[in-house]
């Protein structure tokens, strides 16, 4: 196969070195950080100190439009972080302050989701326990509550959002600006599969999640939502403290299976959200018992019931039981998960119990949040 010309590391910097900042150019203050560039896919940091934020925004067009402009490239993403030092590096995870979410790029751009009422994370200590399952179905039923919804799928080791919603295609812009993002089954959604090809190694994306989040946020058209749900990535590492840290989240669920011992990755989940100061809303205990296809027979799984109790152990709510079931697998591995392909069954009835209850809290949550009076950042 002929390969497309390749655009390396230097060619961008050499290009880059035409964006100035007041008397000298970025590349020569050390202002361009994390560059990562992948089958024409340029990712990038533009670094101002934080008194600047916002206010760089002329420069990282600029440089998000050389780059654009080289041989080679296929699309450039160019996000502004602010750090104290230029040249240092945001490990800041443990510092974190609790004042809401100051960091990096969004504290710089303002608020993120401007239209969105509130955020709500669908998070799990480990991968394979139906999170996206969960998630969809969650978001389908909050919309059937009479709710605008939209589904941000910040997985980026598997975004599987748009094949459940039945999407394909890829998203386009209307002004010329921002995208556009698609829409499933009236769900609006945006996924990192979008942003990050599925090619790209797994080792690749970790450090592309700060900014392809910021994009999937800042750059997309949401309009008005009441709720937009993140399926976030499967664990509790640095990758989903810094989404955590970054998205602001009104609060989070976690989605456990019975056998999982790893109920002590739930409680993982749990410490993490109460780190960044994000409620945990509940937990929903996922392929919690098996109903036999023929009989309808009803049989517990090998300690079922795990999540109920971690949760009354470290007094989180128990939301809910969701059966192990094959229409639960089909419908929404094909695009049409159970809650909108069997609206009035049991599965959808308790996915739509879970989510109004989900929905109380939230409220609750928004609530509490205005009552504390709201200390604005300069
Ligand atoms: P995760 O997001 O936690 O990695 P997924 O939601 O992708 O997990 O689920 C993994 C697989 O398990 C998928 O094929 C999904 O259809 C299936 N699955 C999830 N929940 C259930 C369930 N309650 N019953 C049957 N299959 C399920």
Redo the contacts with the bound molecule.
């Keep these: 196969m002929t390969q497309v010309s390749q655009v390396s590391e230097d060619q961008i910097l050499n290009a880059l070195k035409s964006v100035m900042d007041g008397d000298s150019d970025i590349v020569s203050k050390g202002m361009v950080q994390g560059l990562q560039v992948q089958d024409g896919h340029v990712v990038m940091a533009v670094v101002v100190p934080p008194s600047v934020g916002a206010k760089a925004e002329p420069i990282r067009k600029e440089a998000e439009k050389v780059v654009h402009g080289l041989d080679g490239v296929l699309s450039a993403t160019v996000v502004l972080t602010a750090e104290n030092e230029p040249g240092g590096h945001n490990h800041d995870h443990a510092g974190h302050d609790h004042s809401g979410h100051s960091h990096g790029a969004p504290a710089a751009e303002g608020p993120l989701l401007p239209g969105v009422k509130s955020i709500i994370a669908v998070a799990?200590g480990?991968?394979?326990?139906?999170?996206?399952?969960?998630?969809?179905n969650l978001a389908l039923a909050l919309q059937s509550l009479g709710l605008k919804v939209g589904l941000l799928d910040a997985?980026i080791?598997?975004p599987?959002q748009p094949r459940?919603l039945g999407i394909s295609g890829e998203p386009q812009s209307s002004d010329g600006q921002t995208l556009d993002p698609m829409e499933g089954h009236g769900i609006k959604c945006m996924s990192m599969g979008f942003l990050v090809d599925e090619e790209t190694p797994i080792i690749w994306r970790g450090p592309m999640v700060q900014t392809a989040l910021v994009q999937m946020m800042r750059d997309i058209n949401w309009g008005t939502l009441d709720v937009v749900v993140v399926?976030m990535p499967?664990g509790t590492g640095d990758v989903q403290l810094t989404m955590a840290q970054q998205v602001p989240l009104t609060g989070a669920v976690i989605?456990s299976t019975p056998q999982d011992m790893a109920l002590l990755d739930a409680r993982k989940g749990l410490n993490m959200f109460r780190q960044v100061d994000v409620p945990v809303l509940g937990i929903i205990e996922?392929?919690?018992y098996f109903s036999c296809p023929h009989c309808g027979e009803r049989s517990d799984i090998f300690s079922h019931g795990g999540a109920k109790k971690e949760a009354e152990t470290v007094g989180m709510e128990f939301l809910g039981e969701?059966?192990?079931?094959?229409?639960?697998?089909?419908t929404?591995?094909g695009g049409n998960p159970v809650v909108i392909s069997d609206p009035d069954g049991a599965?959808a009835v308790a996915y739509k119990t879970i989510a109004k209850r989900i929905w109380e809290k939230t409220e609750a949550a928004l609530q509490a949040k205005a009552a504390s009076a709201p200390r604005i950042l300069q």
Aim: proline share 6%; aromatic share 2%; glycine share 12%.
């Design positions: 799990s480990k991968g394979g326990v139906g999170k996206s399952t969960t998630a969809v997985d080791y598997g599987s459940m399926d499967p989605v996922n392929m919690s969701i059966p192990l079931d094959m229409q639960i697998r089909e929404s591995d599965h």
